[in-house]
């Protein structure tokens, strides 16, 4: 009841935004977990051939997020988030409706253009809407968007009943609803008119050192957050030798959410002391989350005690995860002009999801070698020490004074609309 209250705290168009993750997630996580497997069995396509229509949709997306963010900064977050919408409409539904591989490779590149184009503008529209409220509203964008991420693939379980093309179809269906939802409802801000080019902007981001050590500092964050799709599946199976109970990573997270990420943010803003001391503390948590699997790993045939202590670590990386990424959103916005908030956003991902990658194969090698008989702790170990690392960069950067401070937020509760915009 108190996430609905402070809902209901913010201006229509916050509002909207909260709703619209919700339903972006649940049809991003509807279709893409079982695209590989529709790909392989019901296409017949080899390995590297799936790793190349998998790549292309990451590689367009990161690679084109200081695109995206440019595009809101000059053109209006609104239009940039209902294009993303509908490119990523037509790309599940070309997923749907074929499966020839030139097909395929431009359903992969525009879903991915997609997410370029709508992740920095709707994180810049919601900051800019939020006023001195950002950390709260990025933690209720949260809630919604880690909601959405459990229900899109249980939809997607029982659709693909049904076949891959129903799935594929109800996803870009809810695309569709949602482009037209936001085009209908979504008020337009105004655009003030650029400063200067395009490539301008992005020198002056790239070249603000405190924001690129802030950048680098927090990569362990997205880093340690893409291993609930590698290392804890990995971990879960081997606990309980049954793959259906990887679902039990997302109800955690969910039901840990729902429960505590509002009450979190909250109490920590309220607390003060500097939002990169609560930054390190999360990047601390979600690494000290690797040690309990740590500890369970290569402990021979699966156990309730063994996912027991998995579930533990995945509530520390989810505890981590839920401090920290409120006010890493809060400070991006912060460290320099506000007409290059999108800027910032697409710039901050891009390094993040290039970092992630990275570090995906990392943590990958690591497995492989634990596999063939090296110690079974070693990936764990990994990213323990990349939290833990994180933690210690972010908190060097407090110390020395190299992070923004945003204005002290207002009182809790909803207010006055014409106060809240």
Request: aromatic share 8%.
């Given at each position: ?91 599940f539904g070309l997923f ?44 209720l964008f949260q809630v ?161 005690a063994r996912l027991a ?113």
């Amino acid at each position: 009841m108190k996430t609905l209250a402070a809902v209901r705290g913010f201006p229509p168009a916050v509002r909207l935004l909260l709703v619209n993750q919700l339903g972006v997630n649940t049809g991003f996580y509807l279709l893409v977990p079982y695209l590989a497997v529709h790909l392989t069995d019901d296409l017949g396509l080899s390995a590297a051939v799936v790793g190349l229509v998998l790549g292309l949709r990451n590689l367009s997306q990161q690679g084109l997020f200081i695109v995206g963010g440019s595009a809101a900064d000059r053109l209006g977050a609104r239009g940039v988030i209902i294009a993303g919408c509908a490119l990523r409409t037509l790309g599940f539904g070309l997923f749907a409706l074929g499966d020839g591989l030139p097909v395929l490779i431009a359903a992969s590149v525009l879903s991915g253009l997609a997410g370029a184009l709508f992740n920095p503008a709707v994180r810049t529209y919601l900051a800019q809407e939020a006023g001195d409220r950002k950390a709260e509203a990025f933690a209720l964008f949260q809630v919604f968007a880690t909601t959405g991420a459990l229900l899109g693939p249980l939809l997607g379980g029982l659709l693909l009943l049904g076949g891959f093309r129903t799935a594929a179809l109800a996803a870009a269906g809810l695309f569709a609803v949602l482009t037209v939802a936001q085009a209908a409802v979504l008020p337009a801000r105004p655009v003030p008119p650029p400063a200067g080019t395009v490539l301008g902007d992005w020198r002056e981001a790239a070249a603000d050192r405190r924001f690129a050590a802030f950048a680098l500092a927090t990569v362990g964050l997205y880093g340690l957050e893409s291993q609930l799709y590698l290392l804890l599946p990995h971990a879960v199976r081997e606990a309980t030798g049954h793959p259906a109970a990887v679902g039990l990573l997302f109800v955690t997270g969910t039901l840990a959410g729902l429960l505590l990420q509002l009450r979190l943010t909250r109490a920590l803003t309220a607390r003060g002391g500097g939002r990169g001391r609560w930054i390190a503390a999360g990047l601390a948590l979600a690494g000290l989350g690797f040690l309990p699997p740590l500890l369970a790993a290569g402990a021979g045939e699966p156990h309730p005690a063994r996912l027991a202590a998995v579930l533990a670590g995945v509530l520390l990386l989810y505890a981590g995860l839920m401090t920290a990424q409120p006010f890493v959103m809060e400070l991006v916005p912060a460290f320099g002009r506000p007409d290059l908030t999108g800027t910032r956003y697409g710039l901050f991902y891009a390094v993040s999801g290039v970092t992630a990658a990275g570090i995906g194969l990392g943590v990958g090698a690591a497995m492989d070698t634990a596999a063939r008989g090296g110690p079974p702790w070693l990936p764990y170990a990994c990213c323990a020490a990349l939290g833990l690392g994180s933690a210690a960069a972010v908190a060097l950067l407090h110390r020395r004074r190299a992070l923004p401070e945003p204005p002290a937020p207002a009182q809790d509760g909803p207010r006055p609309r014409s106060e809240a915009r």
